[in-house]
């Protein structure tokens, strides 16, 4: 049997639990050097050893928005203070018959929609007529420029099953739904 002899004890450097401000403002690996005044990385880029920088608190917030043992100024100037205002859901104006739009929607699904399949044709149509476009700005955006694409077709004469009366098209023209949309687009 050979005895081992252990040779020198190699010094396993070992990590701190919080890393230094110049490690974490870099973003590296925080390790204590051979002396106990500095990192490794503080001691090769001559740089201070400092633990500055503030610690936040770990874990859930509680519900309330405060930390516990944590105080929170009051401010009592009553100009900093302000009254939320009350402000009505946003309602579109009315620019044609819910016929209307839900008869150029069908024409944009037999006319357009072949071409440029843009919508859902059964998530659009369902929307449309529950009124959704009256009450939604993007909803009322979308079915605006799905009205003002049909009604052109209609007016160019690009309808070939005569379901519709074209008539009534010619009362709600393309330009009258084109204009609305770009107002809600962001």
């Not at 516990?68 to 009051?74: C, E, F, M, N």
């Not at 401010?75 to 946003?90: H, K, M, V």
């Not at 843009?118 to 799905?146: C, D, L, W, Y």
């Amino acid at each position: 049997m050979s005895s081992m002899t252990p040779g020198p004890a190699l010094r396993k450097s070992r990590s701190i639990a919080r890393a230094c401000d110049f490690c974490h403002g870099r973003g590296i690996r925080c390790e204590s050097g051979e002396t106990s005044s500095s990192c490794r990385n503080c001691t090769l880029y001559a740089e201070l050893y400092t633990y500055n920088r503030h610690v936040k608190k770990r874990g859930i917030r509680p519900r309330n928005g405060q930390a516990t043992g944590d105080s929170i100024k009051t401010t009592t100037d009553a100009s900093l203070l302000t009254t939320p205002s009350i402000t009505r859901p946003w309602q579109a104006e009315q620019i044609a018959s819910r016929a209307v739009i839900m008869d150029l929607v069908d024409i944009y699904f037999q006319v357009v929609y072949p071409i440029f399949p843009f919508f859902h044709q059964p998530t659009t149509i369902h929307n449309v007529s529950r009124g959704e476009h009256q009450t939604s700005k993007s909803q009322f955006a979308v079915t605006m420029a799905m009205c003002a694409l049909a009604s052109a077709r209609a007016r160019d004469g690009a309808i070939i099953n005569h379901q519709w009366d074209l008539s009534v098209f010619s009362k709600a023209s393309s330009e009258t739904f084109s204009w609305q949309p770009s107002q809600f687009c962001l």
